[in-house]
């Protein structure tokens, strides 16, 4: 440590840069971090700014009515009145089908992949799990539109209506095969690889002792899954859920594809709906007026709140699930 | 664990039992294989469609050629769309790398836990924001009162980028040995030059991974494209900050709504074009994934 500066034959102005450098990386990347976290403010900003005559002219109310009375010309009667009502029940009803769909067909996958396939097939059949996660939406959307849709107009509709007919929300089957139904399928496609990959992921996180010792107590596989693998994963599993609803809450152009673009409340899953992302998709580029692109944006704010809450609320369980099996091991 | 252990039972399972708890079992994990079937089912079903529809459509001329511009008529190509999508994703690219990297570097190399957590939130909250909410808010940024431009689309791209890659960035610098570091400081060699000449350099590959992959997933970004660069000319352009440029997702989603037969042909042939792109993308960077851990785990 006593070396001087002429003993180490670093010349002073080598040391001034190294001084400088540093100084001057750890600014730049410090810099580039907050920019992130600008980006995050900014955004929430300017969405509430857009939307700030729209939330003041129809408040709270805008979220339960369901109004959507775009004009240009004033005389018109309940000219510029919106309401996010439909809106928001075509997002939880769609959102919802994804994840009564994918859930426990993610989890059963994931299941499958971690503690069931042989090596080599895993090792397979994983990656292209995760490989359908990244088909655009888009194509998926356009998938739906001329393969699934007219499928589900002549065969899967009808018969779930035969069915099920007794039940409301499974009314005739929609002409077109368009509809918050279908909508709802192709978003359970999306949700599926994540739920699958985080499950998948979490199931192998569980200590190989705890799955043996089950399997010594005579455990079959499946009490062991429930037992041990299901039991110690749980707080994960409803993680990757909020995840995956996460995923279904903010798809607009898949369900702008496929949902139909219809503006009446109905009871029936076969009709035409409309979700708030696809709402935004559809009319944020030719608004009539300047109200209803204000309504737009607030739209987008609740669109944002419920992401925000969402997301804050997975990653709360998660970090409460690692600090609980942080003091399991 | 459902059913207590009563010390006083046999340990053995009386034969009904038995043969109830196997069919149970196998059961389950008869649905459970079903189930990965099913998965791997939809992703071929849907890539085989997009491969045969778009298949026939696929020509020199289909890659070369601009579009028509006629409703509804049949022929020309989607070589605008290739272009503008390729200078938007570059653009979107040039922005977000540096600061994903940076960031990533500020994580692993500079910060304290409490400086690095709100960054961390603040990355998570941007990688779980919906593209359509990131699209909304350039619009209302850079689009509202002025016009659309290929350049607001790429902004939009970046936001999306940046998490993405600043993600993979952390993970190979957390790979890259503390004792490489280590040595390079024994050797009185200055932090930021350890960075730049040794940790970053080790972490290359891993680094362009993560680059491939964000592009993979940018490229096919529907949302940002319909609010910042939806609305353009047939002619193939590289103006990217005088007007909106024609991309392939857009093509693919005006033409899934169309009621022309020959648009939905147009939107199979550009599906494929893009569908091709991304898992080659993602294919290339998986394996340079493994390849890259392999070798910086085995220093």
């Keep these: 440590m006593s070396a001087t500066p002429a003993a180490t034959g670093i010349p002073s102005s080598r040391r001034l840069a190294d001084r400088l450098g540093d100084r001057l990386l750890s600014a730049t990347t410090l810099v580039a971090s907050l920019a992130a976290i600008v980006v995050i403010v900014l955004v929430i900003y300017k969405l509430i700014d857009g939307a700030s005559t729209s939330i003041s002219t129809f408040g709270l109310g805008f979220l339960w009515h369901s109004t959507w009375n775009p004009a240009s010309s004033a005389g018109v009667a309940n000219a510029n009145v919106f309401g996010a009502g439909l809106l928001i029940y075509g997002t939880v009803a769609t959102s919802a089908i994804a994840l009564l769909i994918a859930v426990p067909l993610g989890i059963a996958i994931g299941v499958y992949l971690s503690l069931l396939a042989p090596g080599g097939i895993g090792a397979v059949i994983s990656p292209l799990v995760e490989l359908l996660a990244a088909i655009p939406s888009v194509i998926l959307g356009l998938w739906g539109i001329l393969i699934l849709a007219p499928v589900m107009h002549s065969t899967i509709e009808p018969a779930l209506h035969d069915v099920l007919g007794f039940i409301p929300i499974f009314g005739t089957p ?20 994540i739920i699958a990959s985080i499950s998948r992921d979490l199931f192998l ?12 107590l005579g455990a079959t596989r499946w009490e062991m899954i429930r037992g041990v693998v299901l039991d110690s994963t749980r707080p994960g599993l409803v993680a990757a859920t909020i995840l995956g609803l996460s995923r279904a809450i903010g798809e607009a152009i898949a369900v702008t594809q496929l949902i139909g673009a219809g503006s009446v409340l109905s009871g029936s899953l076969f009709n035409n709906g409309d979700s708030l992302a696809s709402r935004l998709a559809e009319q944020v580029t030719s608004p009539q007026s300047s109200q209803q692109l204000a309504a737009l944006f607030y739209c987008a704010v609740v669109l944002l709140a419920m992401e925000l809450v969402v997301n804050l609320t997975a990653q709360m369980i998660v970090r409460h699930f690692e600090r609980r099996q942080g003091v399991l091991h | 664990m459902s059913v207590p252990l009563d010390p006083a039972r046999p340990l053995t399972a009386t034969g009904g039992n038995l043969r109830r708890r196997r069919r149970v079992d196998q059961t389950v994990r008869g649905i459970a294989t079903l189930a990965a079937l099913v998965a791997v089912a939809i992703l071929v079903i849907v890539i085989v469609t997009v491969a045969s529809n778009g298949a026939s459509q696929l020509s020199i001329s289909f890659l070369t050629k601009d579009p028509t511009g006629v409703l509804g008529a049949a022929g020309g190509g ?64 850079l689009v509202e009162g002025h016009q659309q431009t290929g350049f607001a689309a790429s902004f939009a791209l970046a936001i999306i980028m940046v998490p993405l890659i600043a993600r993979t960035t ?21 932090r930021w030059r350890t960075i730049v000449g040794i940790v970053l350099p080790s972490a290359l590959g891993g680094i362009l991974t993560g680059m491939v992959l964000a592009v993979a997933r940018a490229a096919g970004e529907t949302a940002p494209m319909l609010l910042l660069s939806s609305i353009f000319g047939v002619g193939t352009t590289i103006n990217i900050f005088g007007t909106a440029l024609p991309n392939i997702p857009y093509i693919i989603f005006s033409d899934s709504e169309s009621g022309f037969p020959s648009d939905h042909a147009r939107a199979w042939g550009a599906a494929l074009v893009l569908i091709a792109f991304i898992l080659v993308g993602n294919l290339t960077a998986r394996a340079m994934l493994a390849r890259q851990r392999r070798r910086i785990m085995s220093r």
């Design chain 2, 78 to 141: 989607i070589a605008s769309a290739i272009v503008g999508s390729a200078m938007i994703v570059a653009v979107a690219t040039a922005m977000a790398l540096p600061l994903g990297v940076l960031i990533a570097i500020y994580l692993t190399e500079f910060s304290k836990p409490r400086t690095a957590r709100p960054i961390r939130l603040a990355l998570d909250l941007l990688n779980g924001l919906p593209s359509i909410v990131i699209a909304v808010f350039v619009f209302g940024l």
């Design chain 1, 174 to 193: 929609s002409p077109t095969g368009l509809g918050v139904f279908t909508a709802g399928v192709v978003l359970a496609i999306m949700v599926l690889p």
């Design chain 2, 170 to 190: 952390q993970e190979m610098l957390r790979l890259v040995p503390q004792e490489l570091r280590d040595a390079s400081h024994a050797l009185g060699i200055s």
């Design chain 1, 205 to 216: 996180s569980v200590p190989r002792e705890l799955k043996d010792g089950a399997l010594a």
